[in-house]
C-alpha cells in the first residue's frame, strides 16, 4: 500500500500554510506537498513547520500560472506515491481597491491565477487521484454575492446543472473580453474580476463532481468549492475577521471527510455548511 499524500497549491503563507497545518494537527497520515510558485520562500515555509512538529511536510515547486508547471508534481506523485490523496487548489490573488491598473488587465491576470491556474492543476491532478480521494477547491462566499450581481441570464447559465466545462471555459473568456473593451457591466456582468473568477471556481466545482459521479461512481471521491471567511491575510488585509487559521478549517474539514462519507460532493461550503447556489 503506497503512503497517503496531500498536496495543497500557495501554501507558503496565509490560508494555504494555515491549511498544511491544520493537516498536520488535524493527523493526515501521510505527506502533505506544500506547493509554491517561489523556491525560497516555499522551503522557508517548510523549515517553519517542521520546527513546528510538521515532520512529514515536503516543497514542491508549482507555478499555476504556468500551465506546464503542473505536470511536474504529477510525475514526482506517480513516481513516489502511485497517485494522489488530498488535493486543495487554494493558490488565488485579488487586486486591492487602490490599484491603478486597468480593470482589463486586472480581470486577465485574476482570471489566469484564479481560474485557469486551478483548472490546469486540475486536469493534471485529477486523473492521478485514488479511490476515496478529497479535492477542496478554495472559492469565496463573493462567488454567490457576485452571481447574484449577474444578469439573469448569466445567472441561468451559471446555475445549471448540466454547463460543461468548455461552455464555462468560453464564458469566463468573454468576461475577460468584455472586461478589456470596457462594456463588462453592459454585457450583464458584475463589475468585480475576483468575483467573477471565483464563481467560475465554484462552477468549476460543480462540473468536475458531476463529472466524478459519471465516470468514478464507485470510487468514493468527495470533491467541493469552499469558502474560508474573510481572514486576515496579505491579500485581505489586517481588518478582516478571522484568522488564517480559522480560514483553513472548512477546507481542512472538507480534506478529512471520513471514509464511507457520501457527501458533501459538488457543493459550497462556508464555516463545514452546505451553501446554496
Known amino acids: 500500500m503506497s503512503k497517503r499524500v496531500a498536496v495543497v497549491?500557495?501554501?507558503?503563507?496565509?490560508?494555504g500554510l494555515a491549511i498544511v497545518k491544520g493537516l498536520c494537527k488535524a493527523g493526515f497520515n501521510g505527506d502533505i506537498l506544500l506547493t509554491a510558485r517561489n523556491e525560497k520562500l516555499g522551503q522557508d515555509a517548510v523549515a517553519g513547520l517542521k520546527s513546528e512538529g510538521c515532520k512529514n511536510v515536503i516543497f514542491?515547486?508549482?507555478?499555476?500560472?504556468?500551465?506546464?508547471?503542473?505536470?511536474?508534481?504529477?510525475?514526482?506523485?506517480?513516481?513516489k506515491y502511485g497517485g494522489l490523496d488530498v488535493?486543495?487548489?487554494?493558490?488565488?490573488?485579488?487586486?486591492?481597491?487602490?490599484?491603478?491598473?486597468?480593470f482589463g488587465e486586472q480581470a486577465e491576470v485574476t482570471m489566469r491565477t484564479n481560474f485557469w491556474g486551478m483548472l490546469w492543476v486540475c486536469h493534471a491532478l485529477l486523473p492521478i487521484l485514488?479511490?476515496?480521494?478529497?479535492?477542496?477547491?478554495?472559492?469565496?462566499?463573493?462567488?454567490?454575492?457576485?452571481?447574484?450581481?449577474?444578469?439573469?441570464?448569466?445567472?441561468?447559465k451559471f446555475r445549471n446543472k448540466d454547463l460543461s466545462e468548455e461552455e464555462l471555459c468560453l464564458l469566463m473568456g468573454e468576461f475577460v473580453q468584455s472586461a478589456q473593451a470596457g462594456d463588462h457591466t453592459a454585457q450583464g456582468w458584475p463589475n468585480t474580476a475576483y468575483g467573477t473568477t471565483k464563481i467560475g471556481?465554484?462552477?468549476l466545482s460543480r462540473i468536475q463532481a458531476r463529472v466524478l459521479i459519471e465516470?468514478?461512481?464507485?470510487?468514493?471521491?468527495?470533491?467541493n468549492a469552499c469558502c474560508p471567511g474573510w481572514?486576515?491575510?496579505?491579500?485581505?488585509?489586517?481588518?478582516?475577521?478571522?484568522?488564517?487559521?480559522?480560514?483553513?478549517?472548512?477546507?481542512v474539514y472538507?480534506?478529512?471527510?471520513?471514509?464511507?462519507?457520501?457527501?458533501?460532493?459538488?457543493?459550497?461550503?462556508?464555516d463545514k455548511t452546505v451553501q446554496e447556489w
Open 254 to 270: 472538507l480534506a478529512m471527510l471520513p471514509e464511507g462519507a457520501k457527501e458533501p460532493h459538488g457543493q459550497l461550503v462556508w
Open 231 to 251: 481572514v486576515r491575510t496579505d491579500m485581505a488585509g489586517p481588518n478582516a475577521t478571522k484568522s488564517p487559521e480559522e480560514g483553513a478549517e472548512t477546507p
Open 9 to 15: 497549491t500557495g501554501a507558503n503563507k496565509g490560508i
Open 130 to 156: 485514488r479511490p476515496k480521494a478529497r479535492v477542496v477547491n478554495v472559492s469565496s462566499f463573493v462567488s454567490k454575492k457576485s452571481l447574484n450581481q449577474c444578469s439573469p441570464e448569466l445567472q441561468a
Open 201 to 203: 471556481a465554484t462552477v
Open 87 to 102: 488535493l486543495i487548489n487554494n493558490a488565488g490573488i485579488a487586486f486591492k481597491h487602490s490599484a491603478t491598473e486597468p
Open 60 to 79: 514542491h515547486q508549482l507555478d499555476v500560472c504556468d500551465q506546464g508547471s503542473s505536470l511536474k508534481p504529477k510525475k514526482f506523485l506517480l513516481e
Open 215 to 223: 465516470t468514478r461512481p464507485d470510487d468514493g471521491i468527495l470533491l
